[in-house]
């Protein structure tokens, strides 16, 4: 099944869309002896970027983590177009490999970068879970200077990470920046279950 659906993928008779269809569905078989052939795709710059998103969608749904380093190259190649980088962050978010965090931040504090590149590596290191980064994300999610997609971005990590009092009560105060206002309160939301802890009306909070 599998080889069969990555030969359709490769035909370039068929449209965009169905590709786009076919490579989901190879994530969703989830035969890791597909990643390399998907990968090689994924860099194929006469690929339409529609097509390879899927593929980058598939390659994370793999969740084979000796694909991590290569993704993580291509993220960085500012050659690719931005649509198909974000998706390649998505796809290191699915993957979960906690040593790429570190280059992940620092990609996430590079303005050169398209803000919707980097909000999607915030998103990323919210589904990859390490909460050593924690500290680094709340101070920028506090800077305004940053763009307020990126700050987006960061407040969905913050809600996956984020745990006790502490960022509670900074994610309420962040609540009154307006730009950012709806995704700080649901990041707000999941963390006070996650922790045991009620928003009070007067901005207090109450342990469970």
């Not at 993220?75 to 280059?103: C, W």
């Not at 919707?116 to 305004?144: F, H, N, S, W």
Request: hydrophobic share 40%; aromatic share 4%.
């Amino acid at each position: 099944m599998s080889s069969a659906l990555l030969a359709l993928l490769k035909d370039d008779n068929i449209h965009k869309y169905v590709r786009h269809g076919i490579a989901n569905a190879l994530g969703r078989l989830g035969d890791k002896g597909m990643a390399t052939e998907l990968l090689a795709l994924l860099k194929d710059d006469n690929i339409h970027k529609y097509v390879r998103h899927g593929i980058a969608n598939a390659l994370g749904r793999l969740r084979d983590k000796g694909m991590a380093t290569e993704l993580l190259a291509l993220l960085k190649d500012e050659k690719i177009d931005s649509e198909v980088r974000r998706s390649i962050a998505y796809a290191l978010g699915d993957i979960r490999d906690k040593t790429m965090t570190p280059e992940l931040l620092a990609l996430l504090k590079d303005e050169k970068i398209d803000s919707q590149v980097r909000k999607g590596i915030a998103y990323a290191l919210g589904d990859i879970r390490d909460k050593t980064m924690t500290p680094e994300l709340l101070a920028m999610l506090k800077d305004e200077k940053i763009d307020s997609q990126v700050r987006k971005g960061i407040a969905y990590a913050l809600g996956s990470l984020g745990e006790g009092e502490s960022i509670c009560a900074a994610l309420y105060e962040a609540i009154k920046d307006g730009d950012i206002k709806i995704p700080v309160f649901d990041a707000l939301y999941r963390v006070s279950r996650r922790s045991g802890i009620i928003i009070m009306k007067n901005g207090t909070l109450q342990e469970i």
